[in-house]
């Protein structure tokens, strides 16, 4: 069974960092698409980065790549996504994705990590 356990969120001033961290388990192994994703209140899930096997990135935004920054460890299965110069219109819930395939899709969640910031 795989799981993707997020941590890292919590509060910051405007102008802040934070680093988001998940962990996956039960994975047959590291051939999985990793990614971020975010959901505001009221507001539709967005991607936020993306990371493949080999360190492949992609991230939905070009402000966002500015900003943030995805990396991967394949041996602790887990992938990390620094935030740097938080802006209030970042806060959401961030949320960690995983699949197999080379599409766009992915096939496994975690619950996420709530980031809050401050003006």
């Known amino acids: 069974q795989v799981q993707l356990v997020e941590s890292g969120g919590g509060s910051v001033q405007a102008g802040g960092s934070l680093r988001l961290s998940c962990v996956a388990t039960?994975?047959?192994?590291?051939?999985?698409?990793m990614a971020w994703f975010r959901r505001a209140p009221g507001k539709e899930r967005e991607f936020v980065a993306s990371?493949?096997?080999?360190?492949?990135?992609?991230y939905g935004w070009t402000s966002m790549k500015a900003r943030f920054a995805i990396s991967r460890d394949n041996g602790k299965d887990a992938i990390y996504l620094q935030m740097n110069n938080l802006k209030p219109e970042d806060s959401a819930a961030y949320y960690c994705?995983?699949?197999?395939?080379?599409?766009?899709?992915?096939?496994?969640w975690g619950q996420g990590t709530q980031v809050t910031v401050s003006s």
């Open positions: 990371v493949t096997r080999s360190g492949g990135e992609t």
């Open positions: 039960g994975l047959p192994d590291s051939n999985y698409r």
């Open positions: 994705a995983a699949d197999r395939g080379s599409g766009t899709a992915y096939s496994y």
